[in-house]
């Protein structure tokens, strides 16, 4: 199973915000599109951090409500994981789930090209095994 695949399924759009946009900006976006994880970006291509929802609460934690009007850049995760779009989505998994973080956004050609959830790969990762198994009782029946 690939990057490609999943995204297949689940689509490319990615949200983005911009790194002085604030905090605050930013915990609407993500409530607003009940999303786990927003890039950062200047230009919706180039990937400059990603803002998760446990990075919000890092920076309350911190620095208590000002943080909320703080820009993103002061909170956003700099040194992101990125794959490419053939990367496998099994090894993929296993990378989040070590360096316990849940997404990774998708470059393709130096631009965004789409975000991949630990969600999405365990999604598609059931599908597959659910097709698997109907194969298998469709086999067993005609036999």
Do not use: W
Not at 33 to 50: C, F, L, N
Not at 68 to 75: E, G, M, N, Q, W
Not at 82 to 111: Q, S, W
């Amino acid at each position: 199973m690939t990057v490609r695949q999943v995204l297949s399924n689940k689509g490319t759009q990615v949200v983005t915000i911009a790194p002085q946009e604030t905090l605050s900006q930013a915990a609407a976006l993500l409530a607003g599109k009940r999303i786990g994880a927003i890039v950062v970006s200047d230009d919706g291509r180039a990937v400059a951090g990603i803002l998760s929802e446990r990075d919000i609460i890092r920076a309350l934690s911190q620095d208590g409500a000002a943080a909320l009007d703080a820009p993103v850049s002061k909170f956003m995760t700099r040194d992101v994981v990125t794959c490419g779009i053939n990367a496998d989505a099994d090894h993929l998994m296993r990378l989040m789930t070590d360096g316990k973080f849940r997404h990774v956004p998708v470059v393709e050609d130096g631009a965004l090209a789409g975000i991949i959830s630990i969600g999405d790969v365990v999604n598609r990762r059931l599908a597959d095994i659910e097709a698997e198994q109907q194969a298998l009782k469709d086999y067993i029946a005609a036999g």
